[in-house]
């Protein structure tokens, strides 16, 4: 055997749940008909090719035409990576006797080549499934392959809908690793899901998660936000202390901004985090599931002008430290819509989130959310991102489940004299100190200092 020769999975998430690959090594990526096995060997292909490394892809179904259209649809140009001699496509058909199959796999496959797929080993197990002694000798042969030639080796297997047991022999315990490639329903959308069976020689702590196949992308694997220890404390922000004394945090804080259910509600926690982000240099992101990313920048924009600035410097801010994501929470299933949220936090990488209307996805789904969403926040937190979510109180066990697990939350709630008028009181709920209590006039005074304190980081511009 030669050097050891070192690989990657090639795909966004898989290579953090399965790590680096070296020689000899065997991957078993097995799943239902249309999951997506096809494009994840040929995705690992493409990804070592760029590297230079050589593949040999040996199928019994894929048509060459409609296997490269498909891949390149995907983002995998494997004709440009054939041209440089680092792609070979070969197909056997399904009539070939065991005998014959193994023949021709035996002439193609030398050490010219550092990685093998066999799509699929299905049927080649199935020509032998009454022969123990065949059935033996071919995992044998596959078991041997990836040591004598020093590469690695990708077998693709099928399993029929609705199970998830491979019943293929002992072939799962010939490979380095097991990856099953599953449908599921979740809120009604079909829902892709992998789980990480084996993996010999990195610690395993996610055995499922969720993974998407795109045009342009390709297979993008989502790996879950879950920590073994809860992250550590961070350090202070700038805030201020003039009107807020509270409101003084850490880098990773978790803040909640309940209001009261009226129509666009909330509008000066996010004139408030600008003014956070600003003093700080830091980016914000606000993620929307109520209003489109042209209505909330143009009503942040109105706001803005409110303090004093004028179109153009309104503009320049929101251009600098503004990034606006809105979603549909209901278009997607809730694994789905986290999911999505931390992409484009990892493209963005802000230092503030906001949540905007989390009232929306949390009174349908606030049992099932409460242990993605602290997953989600305690990763944030970790990252030392600043979270803050804004929405209406439509239940209070929802509110009273997000108050516990967040450090800071304000709730803004309406008080209606008998003159007539109404009266806003703000309760103010942080770790380890008894609630406050402020009046209208503290919350007015604060929401006029960050409009002045924006006009003159504006007039410095």
């Known amino acids: 055997m030669g050097d050891v020769k070192k690989f990657v999975m090639g795909v ?9 690959v070296e020689t000899p090594y065997t991957l078993l990526v097995a799943g239902h008909p249309g999951a997506g096995k096809t494009t994840l060997a040929a995705a690992v292909c493409y990804a070592n090719a760029l590297q230079g490394r050589k593949c040999l892809y040996v199928t019994f179904y894929e048509d060459r035409e409609k296997f490269f259209k498909f891949m390149k649809r995907l983002g995998l140009d494997l004709e440009s990576v054939e041209l440089r001699g680092l792609f070979r496509f070969v197909r056997f058909p399904q009539v070939l006797s065991f005998e014959q199959a193994v023949e021709g796999i035996s002439k193609v496959v030398t050490e010219e080549y550092d990685i093998v797929v066999i799509d699929t080993i299905t049927a080649l197990l199935g020509s032998v499934r009454e022969g123990a002694e065949r059935r033996a000798w071919l995992l044998n042969y596959f078991y041997q392959l990836p040591t004598v030639l020093n590469n690695f080796l990708i077998l693709v297997a099928e399993l029929p809908f609705g199970e ?3 019943g293929l022999d002992p072939i799962e315990f010939v490979a380095d690793a097991t ?4 449908h599921r329903i979740e809120d009604g959308f079909l829902t892709r899901v992998i789980e990480v069976r084996k993996v010999r020689g990195a610690p ?4 499922e998660t969720y993974f998407t196949i795109t045009e342009g992308t390709g297979i993008v694997v989502f790996a879950p936000p879950v920590l073994a220890e809860l992250p550590r404390e961070s350090e202070e922000i700038i805030t201020f202390e003039e009107y807020m004394k509270f409101i003084r945090f850490r880098k990773g804080y978790i803040i909640n901004v309940f209001y009261p259910p009226e129509p666009g509600a909330g509008l000066d926690t996010l004139l408030w985090a600008l003014a956070v982000a600003i003093k700080n240099n830091m980016r914000m992101l606000v993620v929307s599931y109520t209003n489109p990313e042209s209505v909330l920048r143009e009503a942040l924009k109105n706001k803005l002008m409110e303090c004093g600035l004028n179109d153009e410097r309104a503009d320049k801010f929101l251009d600098k430290y503004v990034n606006i994501a809105a979603l549909n ?7 789905q819509l986290i999911a999505r949220e931390l992409m484009i936090i990892e493209r963005v990488k802000p230092d503030i989130v906001v949540f ?4 929306i996805p949390s009174y349908v789904r606030y049992v ?3 242990k993605e969403l602290f997953n989600e926040l305690t990763y944030l937190k970790s990252k030392n991102v600043t979270t803050i979510r804004v929405g209406s109180c439509l239940k209070e066990d929802v509110c009273n489940a997000e108050t516990a697990i967040s450090d800071v939350t304000l709730r803004f709630v309406r008080v209606f004299k008998r003159d007539g008028s109404i009266d806003t009181r703000l309760y103010v709920y942080e770790r380890f100190k008894e609630p406050a209590v402020l009046p209208s006039k503290a919350v007015t005074g604060f929401v006029r200092l960050c409009g002045k304190i924006l ?4 007039d410095k511009l």
């Open 12 to 20: 966004p998430g898989l290579d953090k749940l399965v790590g680096e």
């Open 164 to 166: 998830e047991k491979l």
């Open 179 to 182: 990856l099953l490639l599953k």
């Open 204 to 207: 395993v702590h996610v055995a």
């Open 329 to 335: 929470p209901f278009a997607y299933g809730l694994t």
């Open 356 to 359: 905007w209307g989390i009232h």
């Open 368 to 370: 099932d959310e409460l």
């Open 455 to 458: 006009k003159e980081l504006a």
